[in-house]
């Protein structure tokens, strides 16, 4: 099992950009998938960005795609989720989340979740 615990959130204007960072402790960590997923009060848990245990693969949600990067260090156990451009309607809480490889965009098929960050982007 592998804890997650995230941070970076905060509150920005509209156009801006915010650094997420997930820190994973834990032995298994590098055979793990990793993404972030957000969720906005009401609304489901979205998948925004996924990496592969290798770091070579990423997958991206339609509605950040150009916009994020994802990335993991696998000496620091550490994902990075860089945001550009940022709009009011990503305000929600965002989650770091850990697979099976490969990439799980479905919520439900992550194993272990970090407690979440908040991000407010006002307009």
């Known amino acids: 099992q592998v804890q997650l615990v995230e941070s970076g959130g905060g509150l920005v204007q509209a156009g801006d950009s915010l650094k997420l960072s997930c820190a994973a402790s834990?032995?298994?960590?590098?055979?793990?998938?990793m993404s972030w997923f957000r969720q906005a009060p009401g609304k489901e848990r979205e998948f925004v960005a996924g990496i592969s245990w290798t770091g070579g693969t990423a997958e991206y949600g339609d509605s950040v795609r150009g916009r994020v990067i994802i990335s993991r260090d696998k000496i620091a156990n550490v994902v990075i989720l860089d945001m550009n451009s940022l709009k009011p309607e990503e305000t929600a809480v965002y989650y770091c989340a850990a697979a099976s490889s490969p990439i799980q965009t479905m919520a439900y098929r992550n194993r272990s979740w970090g407690q979440g960050t908040q991000v407010t982007v006002s307009s």
């Open positions: 834990g032995r298994t960590f590098n055979n793990y998938a």
